[in-house]
């Protein structure tokens, strides 16, 4: 792997207690690479030797003291999916965070001398469904929700910023994130596999991406160590797409479990989803949303460190240790 890309000595984290946050920080140190975590408030419980508190993420958020010494940024704290949204105007929220407050915290960067901005957006830039081939970097950006509305346009921010300063912007979209930690919907599928439910899912032929935490942040410190990553949009995954029964009979094989997958029409499971009001439930686990990285692992020479199996079994140890 290439040096340090010179003045990223010391680098600033944002959304450091979350979920990738934490194993993003968790890898600096073994890297070596002196990490700031900025937190809402301290302790974090990052267990790195530098935390601060910069309160909540907003318009408003003071930066200077954070930005002291730093060379490269990795803004990861976001909006992100809220589930019965109670908002007036969820748009107008997700910008408010997504968008103003990076902006914001860009422009002090750039004040403060930072050579390198890493932001984490996400794959709903591009839409959320493929059909004939995987989301590229090329394809025109077409998000469908207020989150990857929000996303877009704090890319198109950054982009603007780094024209008008000189500081050089790297944005990674991810697809779905798993690993130890996880929530939301893949901690709702390792849920449901260890209960041995038999799922009516056979008959589902799809191909989605995933990313293992691992690999994701494995991406992000090549992303702040390669000068060749300045200016550039990526698509990250684990490079193998799955399909949901697929998917399934893997997470019960980690389990030591056998599946239980029943074959079904998809068009009587679409009804039956759209009787019950789960219809974006079911577009989720049907539908295909594939991405190309290989722009990455050609750019910059990276290769997912751990495989799609690797992924699923310390995802399932974890879970089997602290999430049950």
Known sequence: MAEITPGAGRILVTGAGGFVGRALCAALQQEKLTAIAA????????????????????????????????????????????????????L??????????????????ASCGVRRFVF?????????????????????????DAYGISKREAEDALRAIGSETGMEIVILRPPLVYGPGVKGNFLQLLKTVAKGLPLPLASIDNRRSLVYVGNLVDAIITCIREPAAAGKTFLVSDGEDLSTPEMIRRLARAMGRSPRLLPCPPALLALAARLLGREAAFRRLSGSLAVDSSLLRETLGWQPRYSVNQGFSATVQWYDRDAK
């Open 39 to 90: 937190l809402r408030r301290i302790p974090g419980g990052t267990g790195l030797a530098q935390e601060i508190a910069v309160g909540d993420l907003g318009p408003d958020t003071d930066w200077q003291s954070a930005l002291q010494g730093v060379g490269c940024v990795v803004h990861l704290a976001a909006r992100t999916h809220v589930l019965n949204d109670r908002s007036a105007d969820p």
């Open 92 to 109: 107008a929220e997700y910008r408010r965070i997504n968008v103003t407050a990076t902006e914001h915290l860009a422009r002090q960067a």
């Open 120 to 144: 984490l957006s996400s794959i709903k830039v591009n839409g959320e469904a493929t059909s004939t081939r995987p989301y590229s970097e090329h394809d025109a950006p077409r998000p469908e």
